[in-house]
């Protein structure tokens, strides 16, 4: 049996991580500039999940074009960025 050839799924995948951690380090700046300037901790609590949505994303990154990332990596990402948007709701209501 041959081996499977994964094309280009894994640059494909990779590069969409790569978005999404530049997508949250945006978010990051802005809510901590927010933060800061209105001294609102949802906005700076929304900056630091979007912070680790950074890293968590740039380390899914890596990790699918060496293999496929761990579920615990993905549901991290997803907890972090959910746990941003939570944040910046509960921000605009207080």
């Known amino acids: 049996m041959a081996d499977r050839d994964p094309g280009l799924q894994p640059e ?3 590069l969409a991580w790569q978005r999404t951690a530049l ?5 990051a700046v802005l809510m901590t500039r927010t933060g800061v ?3 609102s901790v949802p ?4 900056a630091a999940c979007a912070a680790t949505a950074v890293v968590l994303a740039v380390l899914a ?3 699918v074009r060496a293999t ?7 549901w991290s990402v997803t ?3 959910v746990g941003a948007g939570v ?3 509960v921000g605009l209501f207080v």
């Open 79 to 81: 907890v972090a960025v």
């Open 68 to 74: 496929v990332a761990p579920r615990k990596l993905l």
């Open 87 to 89: 944040f910046v709701t």
């Open 37 to 39: 300037i209105h001294r």
């Open 12 to 14: 494909r995948t990779a």
């Open 23 to 27: 997508a949250a380090a945006v978010v």
């Open 61 to 63: 990154s890596r990790t």
């Open 43 to 46: 906005d700076l609590l929304a």
